[in-house]
């Protein structure tokens, strides 16, 4: 855990208040929006069932993964919080190179493989309650739905990590472990990152 003991205190404090939980499901389902465009390319090329059943499944779970956070969240009425978003959005669009994986051929390849390096550290990274105090009731519609998301994240690990030890690429096993690492270390520092701007929110 990035945070120390004050910081965890103070996102605690605040997780609940409307602009932090838009920010927070902006946050979230930017980042999903962006994966299921990726996702749907593989909807109608010519993959292998285990693969093929394994990301159509990611695709669809993401999908209501975005449905629900929409439900859930208790949106803010200031529009200047949604210019905020906008802007994160596209920070993060720009960071994690989403642009590499929407506008290049879905087929198994070198490109490909990083992209499921980087859904592995989406879904090891983006996990809000384990920085909240240990002792914060898991009550709030909200909070119950990111702990919900990082289960689903957990189980959806299991299958990305059985594809990147098995995908078909000309990749020694020293060279996947470094792109893994590459991935995982890039989506950390956007989640940090953006941990870090929700705790310098004034209170409302």
Not at 4 to 14: A, F, H, M, N, V
Not at 148 to 161: C, F, K, P
Request: proline share 4%.
């Amino acid at each position: 855990m990035f945070l120390d003991e004050k910081q965890s205190k103070r996102l605690g404090d605040i997780i609940l208040e409307p602009k932090i939980q838009t920010r927070i499901a902006s946050f979230l389902i930017g980042i999903k929006q962006y994966n299921c465009m990726v996702l749907s390319k593989f909807e109608w090329q010519p993959v292998e069932w285990i693969p093929y059943a394994l990301l159509h499944g990611q695709l669809y779970r993401e999908m209501e993964l975005i449905g629900l956070l929409r439900h859930t969240c208790s949106w803010s009425l200031d529009p200047g919080v949604y210019v905020q978003t906008s802007k994160t959005q596209m920070q993060v669009y720009t960071d994690l190179k989403f642009s590499d994986y929407l506008f290049t051929p879905a087929e198994a390849d070198l490109t490909f493989y990083r992209y499921l390096a980087l859904s592995q550290g989406l879904f090891a990274h983006l996990r809000f309650i384990r920085l909240l105090p240990v002792e914060l009731p898991i009550e709030h519609k909200f909070l119950v739905l990111l702990r919900s998301l990082e289960t689903v994240h957990g189980q959806q690990m299991q299958g990305q990590i059985q594809m990147l030890r098995h995908f078909p690429v000309d990749l020694s096993e020293s060279a996947r472990e470094r792109i893994v690492g590459e991935e995982s270390r890039r989506v950390l520092r956007v989640f940090e990152n953006f941990v870090q701007e929700l705790l310098q929110e004034e209170p409302s």
